[in-house]
Every structure is written in C-alpha cells, then in structure tokens.
C-alpha cells in the first residue's frame, strides 16, 4: 500500500478497497497486517472507510462466493457509482436506518439504547476497544449503559463533522445538510471535529453545540424541546415558520416549499410528529398561512391571499 496523504472521501473509499483486497488473500504477511494498523490509525476517518467498505462486501456476498476478483469486481463498480453519481452507499448499507416517518429504539449489545428519528442510518462498530456508533444520516438519541468488561471501552458518536464522547449517559447527535449539532441531556460530551480531533469541548447538561468539520461554535443552552421527537411530539416557542416546516418535512415524503414571507412567521405550539397532515392543519388554523397541495408529494405553503 502507498503512503496515505491527507485524502478526500474518494481516495480514502480507494485507499479502503485497495485494503480489502489486500486483507481478503487466504494470507498476508506480518508486515502487511501492521501496515494496515498503521493505516487505521493515521485518520479515525481510514477506519470509517474501511468498515464501511468491508460491510458493502459481506452484507451482499455469500461468504462461500467471497475471492479476490469478486471484492475487486464489487468494489470497483461500487467506487465506480458513488464517485460519478455522488450515491450515499453507506447510507443504505447502514446497520440500522428508519424510514420516512418511522422512529425507532434499538438496544445495543452492552445494554445501552439508541433511538433513531425519522429518516436516519447509523452503522454499529463494537469491539475490544470502543463502542462507536457512525451516524450516517439524519439523528439519533444514545442512552449509554456502564460498560462490563474490566477495562471500560468509549462510547463515541461519530458522524461527517466530528465525534460525541460520552462522559456521561444520554445526547442528542444531530446531522443536518451543512453542520451537526450536539445536544447533552445527562452528564457530560466531548465533542471534537474531525479537522482537528485534539481540540475538544466539553459541553455539560443542558448545553448545545454545532460544529461542523473545521470549526467548534460556542457552546448554547439547549433548547428544552430537543428531545421531543422521542415521543412524537415537535414543541415550539416563537420559532420561524422556516425550521418548523424545515423539521416537519423529516416526517412527510415528498416535499414542502414555503415562502420567504411566510418563513419569517413565528409559531409557538405542539405538533403531531407522527401525523403531518394534521400539523399542516394546526399550522393553518393558527397562522395566516394557506396551503396548497400541487400533488402527493409536493407541498407549496404561502401566505393567505
């Protein structure tokens, strides 16, 4: 294997693949399984690459179909796809994902618990060394349990931006289109970006943070709503009318549009999270606002004319 530089995505998924071809011959050598070590442990973001090319491999192959020109093969169309057509394969090979409006609660092997929000995928990596939970989309809840082997391994959440260190028991890691956000219910969370994974915060209970993967903000008082969505429920204090559809929109298939005067309304309320259509309707009782439906799928919200 060459010298790894400072990759981007493409050239790591090449630099991956190029390993799982290597590590899937009946035997390497001692210098080459230390090499790869090395490898993995230059950028947190080799590991990343690797498992998620290795789970490509194994969850759609037989293990008795599994050679070296069969993963060259896959790999290769696989990097092939997501290189031209920016395909979120990782996404959809996730371990765990929910669909459009599903929200679900999975209980981990170490007894902790995450609850996934609609419309998310994380992959589970659970090993000797570390409980670490790739949030690939979207937005979920851990709940960390005390961990039973003699030395106890770190519960981290890691996504695109960054990584979420537990020092504690329960947060909020949240993906959106540009940046993540951190929200700590119990106890204490490390967050560090990945640009610079030495320089950390510390956020304690009640506290927010988003970061993205150059720069840590400030650190903000959580909002007492952010955990909401666990029970179906999205509460609001004189929010724009902008991100209440922006996060209603998680739960409806198709798409919402609102325009920018009607954006700039605030609403203060409760809706169903698990009942759009009824939200939309809470929203047009309380608000001067109509909507009008140009399909199944797509939602255009303006101001009462």
Known sequence: ???????????????????AICLSENQISNEQRANFEAWLAQDPRHRIAFEQVDHLWHSVTPRKQRSYTGIKTLLSIALLLGGLYGLPLA????????GVGEVRRITLADGSRITLDSDSAADIVFDMRQRRIILQR????????PDSLHTPRPFIVENRDGTA??????????????????NVIESEVAVANHTRPDQTVTLQSGQSLRFDKQNLRQPETMSPFAASWIEARLVYQDAPL???IADLA????????INEAAGQLRFTGVLPADDPEAALSILENALPIQTKRHSKWFIRIDLQT
């Open 1 to 19: 294997m060459p010298e790894t530089t400072d990759p981007d995505i493409s050239s790591l998924s090449e630099q991956a693949a190029q390993w």
């Open 91 to 98: 996404e959809w090979l996730a371990d765990e994902s929910t």
């Open 138 to 145: 979207g937005r979920l809840l851990a709940e960390v349990a």
């Open 165 to 182: 260190k537990a020092l504690g028991t329960r947060y909020i890691v949240e993906q959106t289109g540009h940046d993540s956000i951190v």
């Open 242 to 244: 902008t991100q209440v």
């Open 250 to 257: 998680r739960y409806r298939k198709g798409f919402m549009r």
